[in-house]
């Protein structure tokens, strides 16, 4: 996972995981903010049920995100909390930087996140 890189920087990180926030205010100096709302148990996300949630007032030149497939559709993803949720997040990001093993390129959802134009970089693995 991508916050273990995080632990050793020193910067502002705005994330809608639980799990994510919670590790690195155990294991490093970065300034973590969160979305406010609910938390999701399942998703392990925290959404707002309100459109003019504190998401949009945030701005990043780079987002990171992981998904359960890219094909040549876009990004896929297989539940909707979560496609609502990266979605938030997506718009207020300029540059979008998928992580995928290689795995990710043969699976499939029915649901998709965003197109590939969407996406600035790819990152995986030699597989």
């Known amino acids: 996972q ?11 990180i705005f994330t ?19 979305s ?7 998703q392990n996300i925290i959404l707002s049920p309100f459109d003019n949630d504190v998401t949009r007032n945030f701005y ?4 990171f995100m992981g ?5 040549p ?3 896929m993803e297989g539940d909707p909390l979560l496609i609502q949720a ?3 997040l997506i718009d207020q990001a300029d540059e979008l ?8 390129f043969r699976m499939r959802s029915s649901l998709i996140l965003c197109g590939l134009s969407r996406i600035a970089t790819v990152i995986t693995d030699d597989g």
Do not use: C, W
């Open 60 to 63: 990043a030149r780079r987002m």
């Open 97 to 104: 930087v998928v992580l995928v093993d290689s795995s990710k």
């Open 73 to 75: 559709l876009g990004l």
């Open 2 to 12: 991508m916050v273990h890189f995080l632990t050793g920087r020193r910067m502002p």
């Open 16 to 34: 809608n995981s639980f799990p994510i926030a919670e590790h690195l205010l155990k294991h490093s100096k970065n300034t973590v903010m969160l």
């Open 36 to 42: 406010g709302g609910t938390i999701y148990r399942e």
């Open 86 to 88: 990266e979605q938030k």
């Open 67 to 71: 998904a359960q497939g890219l094909g």
